[in-house]
């Protein structure tokens, strides 16, 4: 399907340096970026969901030592407030 859009000067540039690095038209770089784009901001699947959540495990300290045993406790005790 054939549609219109509008860029800046320097994203045109930066799209057909890439284009050309890459060895695809810009059209079909465009796709691509739109493509990636739509594959990794709307609905991650579960695989990706799983490897979000292992990279984000064990950064954040609640200063809590016994969240694992109360953990339902501090739950009820967050959704009172």
Known sequence: ???QIQLTEQQVA???ARAVAEGVSLAELIRRCIDQALATSLDPGPAERIR????IA???RSGTRDLAI???KYLAEAFDK
């Not at 979000?52 to 990279?55: K, T």
């Open 1 to 3: 399907m054939r549609t």
């Open 14 to 16: 930066a799209l057909k």
């Open 52 to 55: 979000r959540a292992a990279a």
């Open 58 to 60: 064990g950064r954040f």
């Open 70 to 72: 109360n953990h339902d």
